[in-house]
């Protein structure tokens, strides 16, 4: 950051970005206003680091595989099904599974801004809302799971869902081989973030 | 707006460069710009739509130049700033200079738990007669609205098939735009690749579109 050497009574904050000290001075600004509770915006991101990622869709997708039941009332309503899991609420309240199918491989963007099922995945990541994914995704779609280094079959039709609703995805990917007889905790071993989002597949056994 | 937001089709923004065992954050102020814009749309001054409407109205440039969480920082001072919570002297000094105008709620950490857990459904009840069903071929219009729309600029004029119908919901056209939320029937409708971008492929794009951006064909 430039540093014009004037202010020596500088705190910590001199160390800061523009954009860092414009932040903590909103917050503190929001605060004395008395329109939102800093202990509130703690619990905020404490419920996003600690309690809501996709350890949650892991689940999902390792109930669905070992349960047909399960997966039956996840393509029928999908919201209900997750739910009780303990999975809801914000940016999850319109639930929909996409299964992938020998014929099929889904996979999930929002051109227009940055929706995600977040009761299942957590926040996304910065690749998910960034400029190359939002736009690219939608006009090459295998050329961009090239570079997640997943190459999908020409007979295969790759299915892309623009989120631009407020309906959330989540992609329930193929059950790798080599998995029959596994717990539903050996399953879940094999289930990666990326393959719920559609940009990559879930793990072979090893 | 054909604004800065409507990404699908540019093919120029570069390779998606994922991050290996990505950080959920990647500086210290990012979760507190986070839990900020989410604890001022708790506040209820503001709908969803009006929040996306907020970030499609920053500069282009701005919009493309800066880190997604420093694209919702603006987006969250020009809200602040337009409805008056705030003014742009408080927020270049960091001081209250004025007093604070009332707000519907604010979230005290105790609540944040419950708020969360019941989000915000775009679902509503409302006698409306439903259009189309799945396996009708539509076509989305060609419109280009000055405000907000969620009609992607790459699906207009195109035609493609109703595959998901997902009941009535929260028309954000009319929602972030301060005209109620004049709920609409929502469908998924199915583009093939060649119909989008004359690519002959098997590939295809779903998106979600309400009613009055369809037409029957």
Request: with cysteine; charged share 25%; net charge negative.
């Amino acid at each position: 950051m430039p540093h014009d050497g004037h202010d020596h009574h500088e705190d910590e904050g001199s160390e800061l970005s523009p954009i860092a000290l414009r932040v903590r001075a909103l917050e503190s600004l929001l605060v004395e206003k008395g329109y939102v509770d800093p202990a509130a915006l703690d619990v905020l991101i404490e419920t996003y680091e600690t309690k809501v990622g996709p350890r949650n869709g892991v689940r999902v997708v390792a109930k669905a595989w070992s349960d047909p039941d399960f997966a039956d009332w996840l393509k029928r309503d999908a919201t209900a099904a997750i739910a009780s899991l303990g999975f809801q609420g914000r940016q999850g309240e319109h639930m929909v599974a996409l299964f992938n199918s020998a014929a099929v491989h889904n996979m999930v963007v929002c051109t227009l801004c940055s929706c995600y099922p977040w009761p299942v995945l957590g926040l996304p990541p910065v690749w998910y809302k960034s400029m190359p994914y939002r736009s690219r995704a939608v006009i090459e779609p295998r050329e961009v799971l090239r570079e997640f280094g997943i190459e999908i079959a020409a007979s295969k039709e790759v299915r892309v869902w623009d989120s631009t609703a407020e309906v959330r995805y989540l992609v329930i990917p193929e059950r790798p081989e080599g998995s029959e007889g596994f717990s539903e905790e050996q399953l879940a071993e094999l289930v990666t973030r990326d393959s719920m989002i559609g940009t990559g597949l879930a793990r072979r056994p090893q | 707006m054909n604004g800065p937001h409507d990404m699908g089709g540019f093919t120029g923004f570069g390779p998606v460069n994922p991050e290996a065992d990505e950080p959920l954050w990647h500086a210290d102020w990012e979760p507190r710009a986070f839990a900020l814009v989410l604890a001022m749309g708790m506040t209820g001054r503001w709908n969803i739509d009006e929040a996306r409407h907020a970030r499609e109205r920053l500069p282009a440039m701005q919009y493309w130049r800066s880190s997604y969480y420093e694209m919702r920082h603006y987006a969250l001072l020009l809200q602040l700033i337009e409805t008056g919570l705030i003014s742009a002297l408080e927020e270049e000094q960091g001081h209250m200079s004025r007093a604070p105008l009332p707000v519907k709620r604010v979230a005290k950490a105790e609540m944040i738990p419950a708020i969360l857990s019941a989000g915000g459904p775009a679902n509503r009840a409302r006698n409306l007669p439903q259009g189309f069903r799945p396996g009708d071929r539509v076509r989305a219009r060609n419109i280009t609205p000055e405000g907000h729309t969620r009609l992607p600029r790459y699906a207009r004029g195109k035609v493609g098939e109703i595959v998901l119908v997902h009941g009535i919901h929260v028309f954000p056209d009319s929602n972030a735009m301060g005209q109620g939320e004049n709920p609409q029937w929502l469908y998924t409708v199915r583009f093939t690749a060649e119909e989008l971008w004359g690519r002959n492929t098997r590939d295809s794009v779903c998106i979600d579109l309400w009613e009055p951006y369809l037409e029957a064909c």
